[in-house]
């Protein structure tokens, strides 16, 4: 590829280093997103609800990826004016609709994964 195939690759092309989406891609294209996403979109949930539905993540990166969300207009943040404070998280409607997407994936990952395990047994065979 030269410079000028590169030129008429659209700005919004998140393969290009100076995409302005790029680094909503990297987030939304996250294993943790994806998975905080998907447990937020049957409602509410507090930080050790979803620290114990999402296995294997740890208190620190959840913690760092719900500030995100919430930076993006994903994902809301609600503190309760209670002694100790109740924090909980919710999609926001932005994060309903990527959930929606992230749907389809599941959807598709659960559709396909007999024929991705075929495949890897086929690869790993030879």
């Known amino acids: 590829m030269d410079v000028s195939d590169v030129e008429k690759r659209s700005p919004h ?10 680094d909503i891609f990297e987030t939304v294209t996250n294993r943790w997103t994806f998975l ?11 930080f050790f609800e979803l620290r114990d539905t999402v296995e294997g993540i740890s208190e620190r990166v959840l913690s760092e990826n719900l500030k995100k969300l919430a930076r993006d207009g994903l994902v809301e943040r609600h503190v309760e004016p209670t002694r100790p404070p109740k924090v909980s998280y919710t999609l926001t409607p932005i994060g309903e609709e990527l959930t929606n997407v992230v749907q389809q994936l599941a959807n598709w990952i659960d559709q396909r994964t007999p024929d991705i395990e075929r495949a890897r047994l086929r690869h790993d065979a030879n």
């Open 13 to 22: 092309d998140p393969a290009r280093a100076d995409c302005p989406g790029r």
């Open 36 to 46: 905080i996403l998907w447990c937020l979109r049957t409602g509410p949930l507090r």
